[in-house]
């Protein structure tokens, strides 16, 4: 999973290593959002050549339909996380269930920040000595 900024916008490449392709995450689809996923391909592909399995610049790229979207310009890396979220270890995810995310986003922005302060919290208090 790659998350890319494209045009201030954030999108997500999924690298299918089996099939060979990619899948294209767009929560505000947009095809100027598409211009520039292959520089990103190509610069993984230079950081990383000795752990991937040949050329992956030329492997298709599949547009991933029926995404929930934003309903602004400014929630792109939310929905980048929650397309992380919801695809981990599953071939197929049914986006349909996952449709009501624009009007969730007070509640998912609210968990996000609330698991960033026990991250933290944590953190101070293992830098202290604590056990946690």
Known sequence: ???????????????????????????????????????????????????LPGDIIDWPIHVIEGLPTQDNNSECGIFVMKYMEASLGRDQVDWKRHSSWPKEMPRIKAEIIAALLQTFQASLLISNGYSV
Request: aromatic share 12%.
């Open 1 to 51: 999973m790659i998350s890319c900024h494209v045009a201030s916008h954030w999108v997500m490449l999924v690298g299918n290593l089996k099939g060979r392709y990619w899948d294209f995450y767009d929560s505000l689809p947009n095809p100027m959002h598409r211009t520039s996923f292959r520089e990103n391909i190509r610069l993984l592909q230079e950081d990383r050549s000795e752990v």
